[in-house]
């Protein structure tokens, strides 16, 4: 794929080209032709820009963090094998950090020295471009290191560590332009470490420190500065990432913690409202919002659950359900199914209304994440093996279109680690990661 800079430089030449033959004509006709040129260079040049944002992928699951990829044109049957590797990043550092594509650059985060890092890449060469400190280590028996994936916003780029370090760097060169810890907003660093995506939105960026303070906390994107937390809202932070939707009539934050999926207002973190959850151990899948409802789910036994909410936000439970009991692979709503595995019954296709089981297969692929649909394609990745399959994503059943195995696979992850890291498709790109191991597969159809 030709990248964006390469597409903007081959308009911009077409129009040189276009006004170098003005020289023989002259008059009105000529000023008309140059206003005309002058004016679809402008359109082209937007074109270009909106095309390659459409197929970008800013933060953690997309665009609008459903998972669900606008993108066109991808590999609907891989060759034997796999789709061919383009690149091999060896030095992304240790942990489980996802990816962010903005621009032909990628950003995630990785452990190298005892020092976690937010680390920008050529999305389309593999190299490093820059790196810049974000703070101290987070160790852990199931792997040490950054956890979370940066959050592209216009110039900058927004990364929380492990250990709750939040910070802001400038996207061009990485230079620091602010910094925060989780602990200043009265949070504590959970078992296995912040895991949350920071989520920017409008003037905002929003995370979760958790505790007596205020569960969330809202800060100005610019400075860092504290707008707000949500004094209503106090939970000790959990492993998930919160959302943003619009509900009657209004902006919400929803987020999932231990003991509750709640929303609270994005203009002052006021509590709109509550549902019990009974989490246990860990709770870490994003929650999806669809129609005024609230879909949940985490593992260690806890299952998942359909919230409505309703005029003045008053919350009943439509379902609750033992099917979907998703540990930390992630479920992708497409259509009216959610696709994703459940440690009690394998791969499963759940219907999002009722929450009855449209299929699940315990024989297909092992326990992994579901990430990323493109076309209607389902990205799946087997955490133990590295093996990695694209599949159609119906309620008919399991229908696959290509396997292949992440190889090399790294000698550094954790004897307690798997191949976590979700998958993720931009710009006719598959990225996947193993530790320290960043690998770029082509699934662009020719």
């Known amino acids: 794929?030709?990248?964006?800079?390469?597409?903007?430089?081959?308009?911009?030449?077409?129009?040189?080209?276009?006004?170098?033959?003005?020289?023989?004509?002259?008059?009105?006709?000529?000023?008309?032709?140059?206003?005309?040129?002058?004016?679809?260079?402008?359109?082209?040049?937007?074109?270009?820009?909106?095309?390659?944002?459409?197929?970008?992928?800013?933060?953690?699951?997309?665009?609008?963090?459903?998972?669900?990829?606008?993108?066109?044109?991808?590999?609907?049957?891989?060759?034997?094998?796999?789709?061919?590797?383009?690149?091999?990043?060896?030095?992304?550092?240790?942990?489980?950090?996802?990816?962010?594509?903005?621009?032909?650059?990628?950003?995630?985060?990785?452990?190298?020295?005892?020092?976690?890092?937010?680390?920008?890449?050529?999305?389309?060469?593999?190299?490093?471009?820059?790196?810049?400190?974000?703070?101290?280590?987070?160790?852990?028996?199931?792997?040490?290191?950054?956890?979370?994936?940066?959050?592209?916003?216009?110039?900058?780029?927004?990364?929380?560590?492990?250990?709750?370090?939040?910070?802001?760097?400038?996207?061009a060169g990485g230079k620091l332009l602010w910094k925060k810890t989780m602990q200043e907003f009265g949070g504590k660093v959970p078992a296995w470490g912040y895991t949350e995506s920071p989520l920017v939105d409008g003037k905002l960026v929003v995370c979760t420190p958790g505790g007596s303070q205020g569960a969330i906390a809202a800060l100005d994107k610019m400075t860092g500065a504290v707008v707000w937390q949500s004094k209503e809202f106090t939970d000790p932070a959990q492993y998930s990432s919160i959302i943003a939707v619009n509900h009657n009539g209004a902006r919400q934050y929803i987020q999932l913690t231990m003991q509750s999926v709640a929303g609270v207002a994005a203009t002052n973190g006021k509590l709109l409202w509550r549902s019990e959850w009974t989490g246990k151990t860990a709770v870490i899948p994003t929650p999806i919002f669809r129609d005024g409802c609230v879909y949940v789910t985490s593992g260690y036994g806890a299952g998942c659950k359909l919230v409505k909410i309703g005029a003045s936000n008053k919350v009943t439970d439509v379902y609750t359900s033992p099917l979907m009991e998703n540990h930390h692979g992630g479920v992708v709503l497409v259509g009216d199914y959610l696709y994703g595995h459940s440690n009690r019954a394998g791969w499963v296709c759940q219907n999002f209304k009722t929450g009855e089981q449209a299929w699940a297969d315990k024989k297909v692929l092992g326990k992994g994440a579901c990430a990323c649909c493109v076309e209607g394609m389902l990205y799946c990745l087997e955490e133990n093996t590295g093996t990695v399959v694209l599949i159609e994503a119906s309620p008919k059943g399991w229908k696959e279109h290509g396997r292949f195995k992440l190889d090399p696979q790294t000698t550094q992850r954790s004897p307690k680690g798997k191949v976590w890291t979700h998958p993720v498709v931009a710009n006719g790109k598959l990225y996947l990661r193993d530790q320290e191991l960043i690998f770029c597969f082509d699934v662009k159809a020719k």
């Open 1 to 171: 794929m030709i990248s964006l800079e390469a597409r903007v430089i081959v308009a911009l030449n077409a129009r040189v080209v276009a006004f170098k033959q003005l020289n023989g004509i002259s008059g009105t006709m000529k000023k008309n032709i140059t206003r005309l040129v002058a004016v679809s260079s402008l359109l082209a040049l937007s074109l270009t820009l909106r095309d390659a944002a459409a197929n970008d992928w800013p933060q953690w699951r997309g665009p609008d963090r459903t998972d669900i990829s606008k993108e066109t044109g991808m590999l609907k049957q891989w060759p034997e094998g796999g789709p061919k590797q383009v690149w091999l990043n060896k030095d992304g550092g240790l942990g489980y950090s996802g990816f962010s594509i903005v621009s032909g650059k990628l950003f995630t985060m990785g452990a190298r020295g005892g020092v976690e890092f937010l680390i920008a890449i050529d999305a389309n060469t593999g190299k490093q471009l820059w790196c810049a400190e974000i703070g101290a280590l987070l160790t852990n028996n199931w792997g040490d290191g950054p956890r979370g994936t940066p959050t592209v916003d216009a110039d900058r780029v927004y990364a929380l560590g492990g250990q709750g370090t939040l910070v802001c760097c400038d996207v």
